[in-house]
């Protein structure tokens, strides 16, 4: 460091700064003197003028997209707080108490049970609430596990071509060829009914999930290697896993994102699916897919008992389906205002 | 011999492809002392960058393949030394400036990170530490109000700006060798100038040695202690500046002469451009690379492969009239006619 400093007077580092380099050819200063309003000019654009800035300040111009992400945080904070306030206020959503049964059975929606009770006298309301927790917790769990073995796979494919990406392509290739739901369905019944529950049902989606997430990283790290910066990057000597992970998949990740928030409602369908089967929750757990195989059998005289949750589950996978949608176009360069 | 910081010794590298070998560096042979300023001269796919991106080990192999020579950086061959050195060295005690400043920056962090960056890989400086050293390294390369500068993204900077950073980066680790791939061809011509001026300044400072490629002889005139010219893969002509200047010997070297334009205001001057096209690297053309775009090219050009010849002290020509003063005099009579 100090041999640095003693090569590079101050002094002339400061004739630089405030008069800029003459240019001899052309007797113009190399660096064109600030004045007052040009700084102005810098200091507005750097006003957070980041790439993630950006993309927010485009998604919220963006109305549905907003309802959506307003829906989820309504749903994820009553879902996370629910053990503080629901058994106070809608009573135990999963007691099977008979005298309490006998009681309130079927009960019309009411002030105390904005809509109704159902067959063990439980408030409707509590159980979607309390279903809630499950269902986000497959959906979120679920993609991060496929997310990180696609984005692991899809960054060893995409960065070393030939025979790693080759192997690696394939066998993506043969897990897409399996039907997916069927798949989750033929582990999930292999099991014994008494490991039967949530823990399964994340590791069989989410183990099942990950091709697509691999297939897409590869295209786009592929894409994005390509970019002089990736060279740049190389030509100053960072290493394979800097340059794919500081300088690539930051560039890269942008697909992932939006298809990741897709994929909790696909997968939160897929529960909901697994769990009407009887494989996925198991009671007394309660989740949207459970409730509806409860309610079917319910479905001629009370249908409300599957009209409710499967709402739930229909308003939860659109609003990530609008959210992904509006995260696509926000983090979209090429459509930069 | 190995008192050469840089010494290239018959490099020869090609690419397999599908469509046949594409002979990208054939036979090239330099040395670059300390300090020293080499230009290396020719039109696009002549092979100039791609001999430096080899020494870099910046080729993918394959389908890139060094089939003979070597190129020694102090010493230690840069072909058969480890991927892994040759990673230290990169950046570090060879640093590169690329063409597209536009591009070359990643988009997603702050110049300053990224001027920082080859100091944390070299250097083992500390984040603080190389983000204060950023700070210096782009007042150096005159970029104004450094401090804040260092704060923008790349989209905030104008390419000259960018160029500016680009060669802050490349200087961050105080290289022995800057090599500098047409940093000026995608800037206007105002800020071209001030780039050069602002290299040549830094060179005396730091006392780097620059290999300076481009396809604009004027760039070179007045920066460049020796230059080569290279055609097809091939060096054409090599010698010092003033020796190449005043004194060309290849054709080809006099028809980049004749296709500057001149700064003649008085009277219009026909632009005597090299006709043709460069010749395909896949196909180059039997004997002399250059004979079908060369007026005076000989029945003996079209089947024997000119050798580099010294004609005095090092200056050097691969034809073979170079230096036969008959030829040169029946060349000016017909340029005459």
Redesign the interface.
Known sequence: ?AE?DH??PHD??RL??EH??R????G?P??PP?TEEV?HL??D??AG???WGDAWRRLRRNRLALVALAWLLIVLVSALTADLWVGKVFGDPKTTNSALAMKNQYLEPSLTHPIGTDDFGRDVLGRVIYGARASLMVGVAAVGISVIIGLLLGALAGFYPGVVDALIMRATDIFLAFPYILFCILILAMLPPTVRGIGPVILSIGLLGWPSFARLFRGSVLSVKE???V?????????DA?LMFR?IL??AIAPIIVYATMSVGGAILTEAALSYLGLGIQPPEISWGRMLNEGSRLIMSHPSLAFWPGLAIICTVVAFTLLGDGLRDALD?KMKD | MADHLLEVDDLTMYFHTRDGVVKAVDGVSYTLDKGETLGVVGESGSGKSVTALTMMGLIQMPPGKVEKGDAKFKGRSLITMKPEELRKIRGNEMAMIFQDPMTSLNPVYRVGHQVAEPLVIHKGLSKSEAATRAVELLRLVGIPNPEDRAKDYPHQFSGGMRQRAMIAMALACDPDVLIADEPTTALDVTIQAQIIELMQELQQRTGSAIIMITHDLGVVADMADRILVMYAGRPAEYGKTDEVFYHPLHPYTWGLMDSIPTHNLVEKSELCPIKGQPPSLVNVPSGCAFHPRCPYATDRCKSEIPAFRIIEGTHGAACHYAGDPDFVRACAVGVDE
């Open positions: 460091m640095h090569k590079r002339e580092s630089v700064q800029g380099v240019d001899s050819r052309s113009l190399a660096v600030i700084q810098h200091g654009i750097a003028r980041t790439l970019n002089d910066y060279d740049a990057g190389r030509a100053i000597g960072a290493s800097r300088h930051p560039n360069v």
